[in-house]
């Protein structure tokens, strides 16, 4: 099987974690073997496969760097579960723009050296897909950083939530250009908004009626100051939207993000709140906690995302793919529940 070349954008904890999960998952081939990864195999691809040929940062710690180097430079946070060997990929200095927001300020040190041409260093690389892991709120630096992967012939994963699958104009751009796209805000493995959604449906599937319901999260990577300023309000609505598609009727349902909390470093509390009824209006409520570290979090869903990418490509698919996005993000352009996403995206894998 050919390797899958990919370009990243932004090294930043998601980043590190991908990095770290393709060294990880390398020597393992049976799936017995294999834990924490939810498709060893997807489309006959391995992890393996994935092979990083380009990055991008702006971090005087990560630019100019062996991304097997950056990846472990602060500000990230996220937990070293191995060793990555150097790669002989240099990470390069893309533009600022919007990148840095006033509450990262003072966590970015802005690198002094020149700004690469992203779309040449993305052609000599041979980078198949790129994959936008900038901060929340990095509106114009995602829009710029798409348009250089159309004008480097490549697909583009946004796992941001900034509108870029979901643009019916981005969309249009990347199918006018032959180029698959996926978007837009990535979906967690373990995540809250899926918790959210699988005990609602549950709950309903018992017959309780649910009134109300809250999810609200804390975290302390650079992400959560960056939700926290510039993209709380998005957040909210798009995981209020998800959620709802859980529910077969109106209720009151709010799923957003709340704070920062430094010491938190890389973790994140999500608090889920469900209130209903059940027989003869009896009251029921759950009060839950979900603790997960952020970064590896997007580790496997991303693995999944970028073989299914190689697969349009290899079908000279175009535009939005909606079986991938409504898999693996959360705004995707239709939202669809959580088990007709699953199986459009295994009848789009097989
Ligand atoms: N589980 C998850 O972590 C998860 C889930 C869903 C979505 N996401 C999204 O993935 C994205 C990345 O998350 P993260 O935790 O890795 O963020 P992060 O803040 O750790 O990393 C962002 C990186 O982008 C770099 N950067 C900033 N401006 C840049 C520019 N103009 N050009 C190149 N690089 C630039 C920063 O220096 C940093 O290294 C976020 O948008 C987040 O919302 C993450």
């Given at each position: ?10 090294v ?5 974690a ?6 990880y998952?390398?020597k ?8 924490g990864?939810?498709?060893?195999f997807?489309?006959?691809?391995h992890?393996?496969?994935?092979q ?10 990560k630019?100019?760097?062996d ?27 893309g ?48 829009e ?13 994963v ?9 643009n019916?104009d ?10 698959p796209?996926?978007?837009d ?13 699988t ?32 993209t ?24 957003g ?6 010491f ?12 209903g ?32 990418v ?7 698919l ?19 529940p959580?088990e007709?996403?699953?199986e ?7």
């Open positions: 099987m050919p390797g899958i070349k990919v370009a990243i954008v932004g930043g904890n998601c980043a590190s991908l990095v770290q999960g393709i060294q998952y390398r393992i081939e049976d799936n017995k073997e294999c834990t990864l939810r498709n060893l997807l489309g006959g691809f992890p393996k496969d994935v990083v040929v380009a990055a991008f940062d702006i971090d005087s710690r630019v100019g760097k991304l097997s180097e950056a990846v472990f430079a602060p500000p990230n946070n996220a937990p070293k579960v191995v060793n990555v060997p150097a790669c002989g990929v240099t990470v390069h200095k533009p600022v723009l919007d990148g840095v927001g006033d509450y990262t300020r003072r966590m970015v040190q802005v690198s002094n050296l020149p700004e690469a041409n992203v779309a040449d260093v993305l052609k000599e690389s041979g980078a198949e897909i790129v994959i936008n892991l900038l901060p929340s709120g990095a509106v114009k630096a995602s710029w950083y798409a348009s250089q992967s159309l004008k480097a012939g490549c697909a583009f946004n796992a941001t939530p900034v509108f870029i699958a979901t019916t981005w969309a249009k751009r990347f199918e006018d250009a032959g180029l796209l996926a978007g805000d990535l979906i967690d493995q373990v995540g809250a908004t899926t918790l959210h959604k005990l609602l449906r549950l709950l309903c599937e018992r017959g309780v009626r649910i009134t109300e319901t809250y999810q609200l999260d804390v975290g302390g990577g650079t992400e959560s100051l960056d939700t926290l300023e510039r709380r309000e998005v957040k909210r609505t798009v995981k209020t939207e998800s959620v709802k598609t859980a529910l077969p009727y109106e209720a009151q349902v709010v799923a993000s709340t704070d920062y909390v430094d938190l470093q890389n973790r994140r509390d999500s608090f889920f709140w469900i209130r009824w059940y027989f003869c209006g009896t009251p029921m409520q759950i009060d839950l906690r979900l603790s997960t570290v952020d970064a590896p979090n997007a580790g496997s869903v991303l693995l999944d995302v970028i073989r299914a190689k697969i349009a490509l290899n079908r000279k175009s535009g939005a793919i909606l079986p991938i996005c409504a898999y693996a993000f959360k705004h995707p352009p239709q939202l669809l959580l007709k996403a699953e459009l995206f295994r009848e789009f894998i097989y």
